[in-house]
């Protein structure tokens, strides 16, 4: 038996009623500080949150951290209740007590836990921030909380996360470009939606109009898990494309912000170019020249025109 009155082995199965007993800490909640003892109960879930359309809970790629989603079902999570629990157990001189779901506690409906180990939250980067749907299917920011083995821990394949820890430092690299052209593509977690289909369709034919070969960029961004994949890249010429499916002031809009910070990223900087199906108006034609952004836009007749940003300066 440890200092602290724990004499759980890791591996060990326990159901939460055998853990109100022997520690303390409430029944149901998915993170439960205990009066009886100096802990702070977590479990895991990955099954709960994968029916959601998520799942970040689990070990990264070297076993170094156990990435953990705070509390909260519905809207934007908060740091209070058992999310601060976690954040400030070095203060509350607790220790984090992991358990993750493993089948029923025989001859019961109720879920088994089996005992990964002691943590404690990363004290430079102790989470970030992360989208996820929620039970109305309605995205929101959730907390993962990155949490560092103290000892013993538990390591199966059965536990590691999908999404992986977040970078340290920003990685961008060229890739091929034949995963993005295609009838369709999803993101993660979600449908392929008819303006995907239109923007993929839209660089397809514009590739095969100028038969020239294209690439395109991979950035993923330090202090997140997810990458950013840019539309068309001609290395040859160091421009970046955005395509959108419409010409509509919201779509160019939105292409202006993709595209700005897409370059924050590519070295050397690259001309920004957007791609639409049709030529936008005027005053958004202006627009993009006063950020340095050229447009190209698909004719009735197949044809691609250009107007670049240099022609309307001054």
């Known amino acids: 038996m440890t200092g602290d009155g724990w004499d759980t082995p890791v591996d060990s199965l326990m159901g939460r009623e055998e853990r109100m007993a022997k520690y303390g800490g409430a029944k149901y909640g998915g993170i439960e500080p205990s009066r009886k ?91 970030f921030l992360e989208e996820a749907p929620d039970q109305k299917e309605e995205l929101r920011t959730v907390f993962v909380f990155r949490l560092h083995p103290l000892g013993e821990a538990l390591h199966r394949s059965a536990d590691r996360s999908c999404s992986g820890d977040i970078r340290l430092v920003t990685e961008t690299v060229l890739v091929p470009l034949e995963a993005h052209i295609s009838q369709t593509f999803e993101n993660p ?26 690439q ?35 779509a160019v809009r939105r292409s202006v912000g993709q595209l700005l910070d897409y370059q924050r990223h590519i070295t050397p900087k690259p001309n920004l170019t957007l791609l639409l199906p049709h030529r936008p108006s005027d005053d958004l034609i202006n627009f993009l020249h006063s950020v ?12 691609f025109s250009r107007i670049d940003a240099a022609a309307r300066e001054g």
């Open 216 to 250: 395109r960029w991979k950035i993923t961004p330090a202090g997140e898990t997810r990458p950013l994949f840019t539309d068309l890249y001609d290395q040859e010429e160091n421009e970046l494309y955005e395509a959108k499916g419409t010409a509509t002031r919201d």
């Open 37 to 127: 003892t100096p802990n702070v109960f977590i479990y895991s879930d990955p099954a709960r949150g994968k029916s959601f359309g998520y799942n970040f809970d689990g070990w990264n790629e070297d076993n170094t951290v156990f990435l953990y989603t705070g509390e909260g079902r519905v809207g934007d999570q908060q740091m209070r209740d058992g999310n601060r629990a976690i954040l400030e157990h070095h203060t509350k001189g607790r220790a984090l007590r992991l358990f993750v779901a493993d089948g029923l506690i025989p001859g019961t409906d109720q879920k088994n836990h089996r005992y990964v180990g002691k943590f404690e939250v990363d004290r430079e980067r102790p989470y």
């Open 292 to 303: 340095g952004i050229s447009c190209v836009y698909e004719e009735p007749d197949a044809e």
């Open 189 to 214: 977690g979600a449908k392929a939606t008819t303006a995907t289909r239109r923007e993929s369709e839209l660089c397809a034919r514009y590739v095969s109009h100028l038969g020239r070969y294209f």
